[in-house]
Each structure stands twice: as C-alpha cells, then as structure tokens.
C-alpha cells in the first residue's frame, strides 16, 4: 500500500470521525434547546395554573370554607350542576387546578377519584350500629333514605333538627343547674355511648332507648314525608360517624383527612356532604386498607 493510499484511509477517518462529531454535536445542541423550551414551557403553565387557581379563591372567597365539601361534590358528582355555585365551579376545574386550589388554600388532602369508598364507610358504619346497639338498620336497599337526600331533596332549605330527646341521665346536675330538660339527637347519643355502651351507669330493669329506634318511632318516620325521613337520616348518620370517630378513630394521616371548616349546611345538598365527610373521616382508611 502506498503512503498516498494510506494518507487517504487516514483523511477518511478522520472525515468520518468529524462528521460524526458534528452530528452529535447539533443532536446535543438541539436536545438542549428543546429542553430549554420544555422547561419554559412547564414553568408558564405553572405560573397559569398557580394564577387560575387565585382567582378562584378570590372569586369564590365567601364560600372559602364549603372547600372540603367541593372535593367530596367533584367526587361523587362532578357533572352534576349543584345548587352551591362553589360547588359547580369547582366541579369544571381540572384535576390539576383542583389540587392547586386546595393547596393554596392550605389543604394537605388531594382530589380523589373513584366512588367505592362511600358504599364501603356506609357497610362499616352498619356494622358499627350492630356493634355498639344503636337501634334497627335503616340503610337498607343502598341507604336510599339517604342519597334520597340529595338525589331528590338537595334544594330544599336545611333547618336542623329540634331538641326533643329526653336525656339518658336525668340527675344530670349540670343539666338540673341549666334547666335543660331535651337534647339534641346527638347530645342522645352521646349519652348513650357514655351511660350504657361505656357503662357508666347501671341499667338494672330499663335499658336506655337506641338512639335509633328513639327516632323513628318517636318521630313516626314510618307514617311522615320522606323528606323528613332524609333529614332524620343525614342527622342520625353524621352524628352516629362523629361519635364513633371520636371515641374511638385512629390517628389519620394529614393526606387523608378531610379538614372540618366553619361551613354551615344550608340546604340538604351542604348536610349531605357534611355528612359524607364525617363518613369518610370515620372509615375511608379503613375502608382503602381492606
């Protein structure tokens, strides 16, 4: 072979290396540059979404506090057009801007998906009643008395529910001092699990009435308007999962819990999800972990 042609080979190589190099050169080049646009890119929708998300607060700044019952509306029933204009404006945001919303409101909890999780708070919450002799189940048939309330009632005006249960322990002296002579449903049941489930009192001949049972048949919920059967429903439900939770719930982690406000239900839409929350502050863990 002769030094020209070896010459050659060698210009041929090194032709080959540089145009290779060049090639990765521009390929580095260009990936960098459309990283560079990417990350721009990202960081303008960040800056949109973190803007869309204040205008929303600030829009919305009088029903700040319905916020937890937006996340349970936008879960349950995202194409619904609700009757709290929170709730439906909250319902037409992305996921995304759902979740930077609750963030910048100080949320820890995140939009979730997926609507099993109620049936299966609603089947611990049965089993509870059984457990603790709460009174016959009425959520029987999917606890339609209760969804009724919403599905059917969720315009109508929530006015609470009277004081008219007589107290467990009625030599109760601070309740003698005020003169308080009925209850609330929830003061009764929590007399009920204090005197009778915890068995602070002895019952030797009369048992305390199950705070169900004390209901519905003092109520005559079994000969009234179903809209009232609802609104005995909701109270009872809340109250019962409130109780229990509070006697007995674990520790829940920050992300998973849905943070109580000072949101008052004003019709049967807010009372159906302030009793969801309860719901799911009582036995969404438990209910995932199964």
């Given at each position: 072979m002769s030094?020209?042609d070896?010459?050659?080979?060698i210009?041929?190589?090194l032709?080959?290396?540089?145009?290779?190099?060049?090639s990765?050169?521009?390929?580095?080049?260009?990936?960098?540059?459309?990283?560079?646009i990417?990350?721009?890119q990202?960081?303008?929708?960040r800056?949109a979404l973190?803007?869309?998300?204040?205008?929303?607060?600030?829009?919305?700044?009088?029903e700040?506090?319905?916020?937890?019952?937006?996340?349970?509306?936008?879960?349950?029933?995202p194409?619904?057009?609700?009757?709290?204009?929170?709730?439906?404006e909250y319902?037409?945001?992305?996921?995304e801007?759902?979740?930077?919303?609750?963030?910048q409101?100080g949320?820890?909890?995140?939009q979730?998906?997926?609507?099993y999780?109620?049936?299966?708070?609603?089947?611990?919450?049965?089993?509870?009643?059984?457990?603790?002799?709460?009174?016959?189940d009425?959520?029987?048939?999917?606890?339609?008395?209760?969804?009724?309330?919403y599905?059917?009632?969720?315009?109508?005006?929530?006015n609470?529910?009277?004081?008219?249960?007589?107290?467990i322990n009625?030599?109760?002296?601070l309740m003698?001092?005020?003169?308080?002579?009925?209850i609330?449903?929830?003061e009764?049941?929590?007399?009920?699990f204090y005197?009778?489930?915890?068995?602070?009192?002895?019952f030797?001949?009369?048992?305390?009435?199950?705070?169900?049972?004390y209901v519905?048949?003092?109520?005559s919920?079994?000969?009234t308007?179903e809209?009232?059967?609802?609104m005995?429903?909701?109270e009872?439900?809340?109250?019962?999962?409130?109780?229990?939770?509070?006697?007995?719930?674990?520790?829940?982690d920050?992300?998973?819990f849905?943070?109580y406000?000072?949101a008052?239900?004003?019709?049967?839409?807010?009372?159906?999800?302030?009793t969801?929350q309860?719901?799911y502050?009582?036995?969404?863990?438990?209910?995932v972990?199964?």
């Amino acid at each position: 072979m002769s030094l020209a042609d070896i010459i050659q080979i060698i210009i041929g190589v090194l032709s080959l290396v540089a145009t290779i190099a060049v090639s990765f050169l521009i390929y580095w080049l260009q990936s960098r540059h459309e990283k560079e646009i990417q990350k721009l890119q990202c960081e303008k929708e960040r800056i949109a979404l973190q803007e869309k998300a204040r205008l929303f607060l600030i829009d919305n700044q009088e029903e700040r506090d319905y916020l937890p019952w937006c996340i349970i509306a936008a879960n349950l029933y995202p194409l619904e057009k609700h009757t709290r204009k929170v709730y439906s404006e909250y319902c037409r945001c992305s996921e995304e801007l759902q979740n930077e919303i609750l963030n910048q409101a100080g949320y820890k909890i995140k939009q979730f998906t997926g609507k099993y999780w109620l049936q299966g708070c609603i089947d611990k919450l049965q089993q509870d009643i059984e457990k603790y002799n709460l009174g016959r189940d009425y959520l029987y048939d999917g606890a339609k008395y209760f969804h009724r309330s919403y599905d059917r009632y969720r315009e109508l005006e929530w006015n609470g529910t009277p004081n008219i249960f007589e107290p467990i322990n009625k030599e109760n002296r601070l309740m003698m001092i005020l003169n308080v002579a009925q209850i609330s449903i929830g003061e009764y049941i929590d007399e009920y699990f204090y005197y009778f489930v915890d068995k602070k009192m002895d019952f030797d001949k009369e048992t305390p009435i199950p705070p169900i049972d004390y209901v519905w048949e003092y109520q005559s919920l079994a000969h009234t308007r179903e809209e009232t059967v609802c609104m005995w429903m909701m109270e009872l439900v809340e109250n019962i999962a409130t109780i229990i939770n509070n006697k007995f719930g674990e520790d829940v982690d920050c992300q998973f819990f849905l943070e109580y406000t000072d949101a008052q239900a004003e019709t049967y839409e807010d009372k159906y999800y302030e009793t969801v929350q309860a719901l799911y502050n009582a036995y969404y863990t438990s209910v995932v972990a199964s």
